[in-house]
T-cell receptor
């Protein structure tokens, strides 16, 4: 069984401030981890993924995430928030080879204050 | 190339009616997935297809839900005798193949279903 916990259903940051969205997972086997972004009335777009290569993963739009096995975490960061980053962010996990379904966290809505 | 497309984008129906939701995956993607996004439950996995077969239907919430895929391409999710709790956004995704876990799933824009 696998699960994902995203701390904070809503996060607000000032434009130019650090963005930190938290994700913790549980998985009985080494996981693959993903961050998706969803803009209003749109589908999900992949930001980045961890598939057991480098633990620091760089994605699109300046986002990155670090896989920390000891903390079972995969937090998403961006050094400087832009207004265009306002969206909902979802962390998801699959349990490695043989898996197919994504298990999602509840999502974190990011607001950027001008 | 074109991404995953879904139709209709919005569907309003009356309780008890049947609805069909369509998904057209990215060309060449053999794996196709259906998810449901609702306020109370978040994003839930419903079913996936590898080619035309659906090895795991356990995510379907009730026997009113069914899905098929023909020609290894288009998929239809059918909900019979709709109930108000079926109101949600139904998302379709596709990937090159399944079984590895690492393949990115590409999502469509979703169909917003409202059951009155």
């Amino acid at each position: 069984a696998q699960s994902v916990t995203q701390l904070g259903s809503h996060v607000s940051v000032s434009e130019g401030a650090l963005v930190l969205l938290r994700c913790n997972y549980s998985s009985s086997v080494p996981p693959y981890l993903f961050w998706y972004v969803q803009y209003p009335n749109q589908g999900l777009q992949l930001l980045l993924k961890y598939t057991s290569a480098a633990t620091l993963v760089k994605g699109i739009n300046g986002f990155e995430a670090e896989f920390k096995k000891s903390e079972t975490s995969f937090h998403l960061t961006k050094p400087s928030a832009h207004m265009s980053d306002a969206a909902e962010y979802f962390c998801a996990v699959t349990s490695g080879a043989g898996s197919y379904q994504l298990t999602f966290g509840k999502g974190t809505k990011l607001s950027v204050i001008p | 190339g074109a991404g995953v497309s879904q139709s209709p984008s919005n569907k309003v129906t009356e309780k008890g009616k049947d609805v069909e939701l369509r998904c057209d995956p990215i060309s060449g993607h053999t794996a196709l997935y259906w998810y449901r996004q609702s306020l109370g439950q978040g994003l839930e996995f419903l079913i996936y297809f590898q080619g035309n077969s659906a090895p795991d239907k356990s995510g379907l919430p009730s026997d009113r839900f069914s899905a098929e895929r023909t020609g290894g391409s288009v998929s239809t999710l059918t909900i019979q005798r709709t109930q108000q709790e079926d109101s949600a956004v139904y998302l379709c995704a596709s990937s090159l193949r399944t079984g590895t876990g690492r393949n990115e799933q590409f999502f469509g824009p979703g169909t917003r279903l409202t059951v009155l």
